[in-house]
């Protein structure tokens, strides 16, 4: 069975030390993620800047771990 990784727009997990067991759950795990930045309105990046909450899962990445 295959695990996955969520990483944010600067590349790093959106939570430590956790793998998702499909790529539904990373999906699900990054829309309840975006609403950390809700009272904020954006996520800062590095390298994008000011990300809107409300697309920062376009900005994300779901990469398939080697087991």
Known sequence: M???QVLSPDGFPIEREK??????TAKKAVN???FNYLTQGYYSSQKYGKIDWRILPDYCEIIKLQN
């Open 32 to 34: 309840k993620w975006k």
């Open 19 to 24: 793998n998702y067991k499909s790529i539904n």
């Open 2 to 4: 295959a695990n996955y």
